[in-house]
């Protein structure tokens, strides 16, 4: 799957596309916008709008003041049960009315969740200024909230990039405070001094990531321990640089919480991302509509089959009792002309001792020889058989005769016809031996 994330910071914005597959990534460029009193972000949109290939999908990243939070106790485990419930939970409690907000929520452990909104008009306007550029964002979230898969860092642990101080306990969101980046060792002290005070478990570590200065002499007085966030051997081939990853290494991970499914989306309710599901619908109907062609072209195609084999059938019955009536003119019309013709020719295959007409003939036609030029007429009534043909000669018409005896008992010749040209007409009958078969 692809993801192109796009970043918004105070006075730059950040592209990066990442292909994500199961474990292996891969990134497929990046680039950065810086917004001044000449640049827009709509020129901005404009601009990786035009550079944006095939179907990636579109990840917008606001920044994290514009995210507010609160951990909550439901007795709930369901996390759709529990979004449907957190406007009517939280109403009354936060500054903002709940039907100006867009909420979502995260598990925290222990029963507890942490609740995220953003104002709806604030995430109305960003969507649709990428969507007026042509590059309209699926998941609009902060990149804060998909730190949990940076590569590097531990279950319990925190991290910052300084615009963002994020908690993480077991693996999970705790707890998330916008920085304005000035004056960071600062923020990050109080910071983490307010959540020490007030009962919160810190973590042993912070990672530092990111192109902010890094902490030095004032390190010392944090509360936990300082380590800025290497690039991992695993993941040279995805950032070749140590520049490039301190850069990208955020949205990486924005890009890996969306494949995990576990990355805060803010496009809900009359908000949600409506593009895909109206492309799926055309593409269903499209699908239906071949469906329907395919069915309708199978029915056609058998019902010219079965009219074709009824025309088939009709003529086939036709020359039936066409035949039926030039072998049996004097017969009326049969219930079933095909089967009264095969009784008839299953009663012409035998005689009375069972010898086949079939087989009588085919012994006469080897009985002929090359001295008998044709026979031209045979008839085979009860054991009486009658031959008609022409012969070479007087001399054959008797050797034909001798050939017989094998067959006939009795052998007698009829009248035989000479021709001018040598050749001789006859005719012979005999009766067929019991044995013959």
């Known amino acids: 799957m692809e993801y192109l994330i796009i970043s918004l910071n105070e006075g730059l914005v950040t592209a990066a596309r990442f292909a994500i597959s199961g474990r292996s990534a891969t990134l497929g460029g990046a680039a950065a916008f810086p917004l001044d009193d000449g ?3 709509a020129d901005v949109a404009a601009k990786i709008a035009e550079g944006l290939s095939g179907s990636p999908r579109v990840v ?3 920044p994290q003041n514009l995210f507010a939070q609160r951990v909550v106790s439901l007795p709930l485990t369901d996390l759709r049960k529990v979004r449907e419930i957190i406007p009517s939970h939280l109403q009354g409690e936060i500054a903002l009315p709940a039907e100006e907000a ?3 929520v995260l598990p925290a452990g222990d029963g507890t969740f942490l609740a ?17 550029a042509g590059c309209e964002p699926q998941i609009v979230s902060t990149t804060a909230f998909g730190w949990q898969y940076l590569p590097g860092i531990s279950g319990d642990c925190a991290v910052c990039d300084g615009t963002a101080l994020a908690i993480f306990s077991s693996g999970r969101l705790a707890y998330v405070r916008a920085l304005d980046g000035t004056g960071l060792q600062k923020q990050l002290q109080a910071t983490l001094s307010a959540l020490e005070l007030s009962g919160v478990q810190l973590p042993s570590y ?7 200065p890094e902490p030095a002499a004032d390190t010392v007085a944090l509360p936990l321990e300082v380590e800025q966030l290497q690039l991992p051997d695993d993941q040279v081939a995805v950032f070749r640089t140590e520049k490039t990853f301190q ?3 955020g949205l990486y991970a924005v890009a890996r919480a969306c494949q995990a499914g576990a990355l805060p989306d803010f496009r809900r309710g009359d908000l949600a991302w409506t593009a895909g ?9 499209l699908t239906a509509l071949l469906t329907v062609a395919v069915v309708v072209l199978l029915f056609v195609s058998k019902g010219l089959q079965y009219r074709a084999a009824r025309a088939d059938i009709t003529s086939l019955n036709s020359s039936i009792s066409s035949i039926y009536r030039e072998i049996f003119p004097t017969r009326t019309k049969a219930v079933d002309e095909l089967s009264e013709v095969k009784g008839e020719i299953k009663k012409l295959s035998g005689a009375e001792n069972s010898s086949s007409v079939l087989d009588v003939l085919k012994q006469v036609a080897d009985a002929k ?3 008998i030029n044709g026979l031209f007429e045979a008839e085979l009534e009860g054991r009486t058989l009658r031959v008609k043909g022409d012969a070479r000669s007087a001399q054959a018409v008797n050797e034909f005769k001798t050939s017989l005896t094998g067959l006939l008992s009795t052998v007698e010749l009829g009248e035989i016809k000479s021709r001018p040209d040598g050749t001789v007409g006859f005719s012979l009958s005999g009766t067929l031996k019991e044995a013959a078969k």
């Open 116 to 132: 995220l909104w953003a104002k709806r008009a604030e995430i109305a306007n960003a969507v649709g200024v990428f969507r007026e």
């Open 206 to 212: 912070l990672f530092l990531f990111g192109e902010q």
């Open 102 to 104: 867009v909420f979502d």
């Open 60 to 62: 917008l990243c606001l």
């Open 277 to 285: 599901d109206a492309r799926m619908r055309k593409k269903l109907l």
């Open 247 to 249: 850069q990208l290494v």
């Open 39 to 41: 640049t827009t972000l």
């Open 369 to 371: 020889g090359t001295a």
